[in-house]
């Protein structure tokens, strides 16, 4: 089964500050996922990423969010500059082809 | 727009009886389809899957059935125990094998009393 590292898994910061996440798919998948999930809703996609390159990011406020995927492996997430309602899990997944994705723990952002 | 839905937010059942689960989907292009288990503090862990091509799919004590022309599934937990307890996430994709996104439905919280 595959390992997703997520950090930090905390993290309370104020509106309009910048905060990034970072996800290690351990087994080096090659699909990587990030989704926010707010209280009490699903999991919704924000990217996806196929080794370096971007193949969905139709759902992510460009504005303010970004994602990078360096050499295929570990990839970042950040928000700057931060809302209330980006108060969320942020849940980062890899994927192994066979349709079913791994999750990590989640990292858990509030925005006051 | 909601693809996925599970219209049932929470559902106790008593231990050793049936837990049913219930999701709607909308999108006719689905045709992959999972259940995932999530305890508190913790990401999401896949608990069992259905094909199209299939309408059911039993692995231990859980069984999902798929109903294709309702657009429906459920999972079925049998016997029901207190570790079960968590919320459950019915997802839904376009492809069985490849990069592929999952549409999530909202949770239904599953309380199994002893």
């Known amino acids: 089964e595959a390992g997703v590292a997520q950090s930090p898994r905390y993290k309370i910061i104020e509106k309009r500050q910048s905060v990034a996440f970072w996800c290690n798919p351990i087994?080096?998948?090659?699909?990587l996922y990030w989704y926010q999930q707010i209280l009490g809703q699903g999991p919704k996609l924000l990217i996806q990423f196929q080794n370096n390159g971007v193949v969905d990011d139709s759902q992510l406020p460009k504005d303010r969010f970004s994602a990078e995927r360096l050499k295929g492996v570990d990839s970042t997430l950040k928000i700057q500059p931060a809302k209330l309602e980006d108060s969320a899990v942020y849940l980062c997944a890899a994927g192994i082809g066979t349709g079913e994705l791994f999750f990590g723990e989640g990292s858990r952002l509030t925005v006051l | 727009d909601q693809q996925v839905k599970q219209n049932s937010p929470s559902l106790s059942v008593q231990e050793g009886r049936i837990s049913i689960l219930n999701c709607d989907y909308t999108?006719?292009?689905?045709?992959?389809f999972l259940w995932y288990k999530k305890y508190p503090a913790e990401g999401p862990t896949f608990l069992i899957s259905?094909?199209?091509?299939?309408d059911k799919n039993e692995d231990g004590r859980f069984t999902v059935f798929l109903n294709k022309s309702a657009k429906h599934l459920s999972l079925h937990i049998v016997p029901s125990q207190p570790g079960d307890s968590a919320v459950y996430f019915c997802?839904?994709?376009?492809?069985?094998?490849?990069?592929?996104?999952?549409?999530f439905g909202t949770g239904t919280r599953l309380t199994v009393i002893p």
């Open positions: 997802a839904a994709s376009p492809f069985m094998a490849g990069a592929n996104n999952l549409f």
């Open positions: 087994s080096g998948h090659a699909t």
């Open positions: 999108n006719s292009m689905f045709d992959y």
């Open positions: 259905i094909s199209s091509i299939k």
